[in-house]
């Protein structure tokens, strides 16, 4: 009996990672893990620094509010990057997300996993997740070539890219958030009389909003970032705001991109300070997702 339970004992140890067995292997795994944290850490930090004092001569009011200018280098801005990409992600999410949290909704809640088309979506799906960027860029094209449209640089043209891109975080960050939901939520409102339909609309999709909203804003922190699917789209220099899905619209990616590649010390100093701004862009974003997380996050 004192053996079977210095057995469970050392299961229980085991299991919760509490184990005091060390030996020479593993604590030279687990050190190497710790080193390549650290040095992947340190290779961003160094980075971040390093691309802060260059761009910081360049933290002035013309790089929010100044347009890009080839002929004065010192004043070169943003402005047309920033809003573009604004615009850009706002017609990113209406065209994705709706969608995206329909499908999660269809695919988690009401379809059939042993029907064939239904396992076809399931498999693309995962395989979606790990397409490459540029892929979705091509398919942009080819959707605005399909429908008749001659400028492909519009905004449009680049929330179609951006859309196709994170429609599949959307919908396997949404179904994880409707299976978190117990069970019991369900069948206590199906067995008061409500339908399927009913359940999921009033009990189930709300309950799973937090994790939902988290997953579609680090979605879109995502796309905000992205400039390979955007250059095949031919994006390029703007100097005027967007005014509407069919205006020629450039991406702040799209201009760090440009005046990066520019020999001019000021281009590079500008390109700096415009990857300070993005980061704080996808920063502010991932901070949203994080307080919604933990302001309506529920414990079941």
């Not at 939902?212 to 100097?239: C, D, N, Y």
């Amino acid at each position: 009996m004192s053996t079977a339970a210095t057995a469970a004992a050392q299961t229980v140890r085991l299991t919760a990672g509490r184990s005091r067995e060390r030996n020479v292997g593993s604590l030279v795994f687990l050190g190497l893990l710790w080193f390549s944290l650290f040095f992947g850490v340190m290779v961003l930090v160094v980075l971040i620094i390093d691309t802060m004092l260059k761009g910081s001569v360049r933290f002035d009011s013309d790089l929010l509010f100044s347009y890009e200018s080839s002929l004065n280098p010192e004043s070169t801005g943003f402005r047309a990057g920033i809003l573009g990409s604004l615009w850009l992600m706002v017609t990113t999410a209406v065209m994705a997300v709706p969608l995206g949290i329909a499908a999660a909704v269809y695919l988690e809640e009401f379809s059939n996993s042993r029907r064939w088309y239904n396992r076809i979506i399931e498999v693309n799906l995962q395989n979606l997740a790990a397409v490459p960027s540029i892929v979705y860029g091509l398919l942009a094209v080819a959707v605005m070539a399909l429908f008749g449209f001659q400028q492909k640089n519009i905004v449009l043209g680049g929330a179609i890219a951006l859309a196709l891109l994170i429609l599949p975080v959307v919908i396997i960050t949404s179904r994880e958030a409707l299976r978190a939901v117990p069970r019991e939520i369900r069948d206590g409102s199906l067995a008061l009389g409500a339908t399927q339909w009913q359940t999921t609309w009033r009990q189930t999709l709300p309950s799973a909003i937090p994790g939902i909203a988290t997953g579609t804003i680090l979605g879109l922190s995502r796309a905000i970032g992205e400039a390979a699917p955007l250059l095949l789209l031919g994006l390029g220099a703007v100097r005027f705001d967007p005014e509407g899905v069919l205006s020629r619209v450039t991406a702040l990616p799209i201009q760090i991109y440009r005046l990066s590649t520019q020999s001019q010390v000021a281009f590079q100093e500008a390109a700096s300070a415009g990857i300070i701004v993005l980061l704080v862009m996808i920063l502010l974003l991932n901070g949203v997702a994080i307080f919604i997380r933990n302001k309506f996050q529920r414990s079941w």
